[in-house]
C-alpha cells in the first residue's frame, strides 16, 4: 500500500495541472451534435448517464410474491407458511424511496424521449452521452 500512495504522490508531483489532479468535468458529458439547444434540465439529467436508474414509485409487491412462491416449492408446508408471513409483513410495512430525481428533470427526459428526430446515445469511448438528430451520419473512428 505504501508503494501504490508513493507512486500516486510522484504522479501528482511531476504533472500538476493534469487530469489526475482535476474534478469530472459533467460539461463534457453531454455532447449535443443536433441542431436544437438544449436546456439547461435537459443536460442537467443527461449528465447523470444513461445507466441513471430512476426510484420507483411504487414497490412492486404482486411480483415479489410472484417470484417467493416460486422460490418455496421445495419446504414444508409450515416453513411456507412462517415464509409467506414473513414476507407479507415486510411488504405491508414497506415505502416506496424517494425520487432521485427533480420533477423538471424527469420532465425534461420526457420531452425528449417524445422528440423523434432526436436520437440519445452513448458514446463508444468516454462516457459520454451524445445527441444528435436522426438524420446525422457520423463517421467510425
Known amino acids: ?5 508513493k507512486k500516486l504522490k510522484t504522479l501528482f ?4 495541472n493534469s487530469h489526475y489532479n482535476s474534478k469530472i468535468d ?3 458529458r453531454v455532447l449535443n ?4 439547444p438544449l436546456s439547461d434540465k435537459e443536460t442537467s439529467a443527461l449528465q447523470k448517464g444513461l445507466n441513471f ?5 411504487t414497490i412492486p409487491t404482486a411480483e415479489i410474491v410472484v417470484k417467493v412462491e ?11 407458511l412462517v415464509l409467506r408471513s414473513q414476507v407479507s409483513l415486510v411488504l ?4 416506496a424511496p424517494p425520487p432521485n430525481l427533480p420533477r423538471s428533470e424527469i ?13 440519445v446515445i452513448s458514446a463508444n469511448k468516454g462516457n459520454c452521452t451524445v445527441v444528435r438528430t436522426m438524420t446525422t451520419k457520423l463517421s467510425k473512428c
Open 92 to 95: 405491508q410495512r414497506a415505502k
Open 53 to 57: 436508474a430512476l426510484a420507483l414509485k
Open 26 to 28: 459533467r460539461k463534457r
Open 33 to 36: 451534435i443536433s441542431s436544437k
Open 107 to 119: 420532465k425534461a427526459l420526457r420531452d425528449l424521449r417524445k422528440d423523434h428526430s432526436l436520437l
Open 13 to 16: 508531483n511531476k504533472h500538476p
Open 1 to 5: 500500500m505504501a508503494i501504490h500512495s
Open 70 to 80: 416460486g422460490s418455496v416449492a421445495g419446504l414444508s408446508c409450515d416453513d411456507k
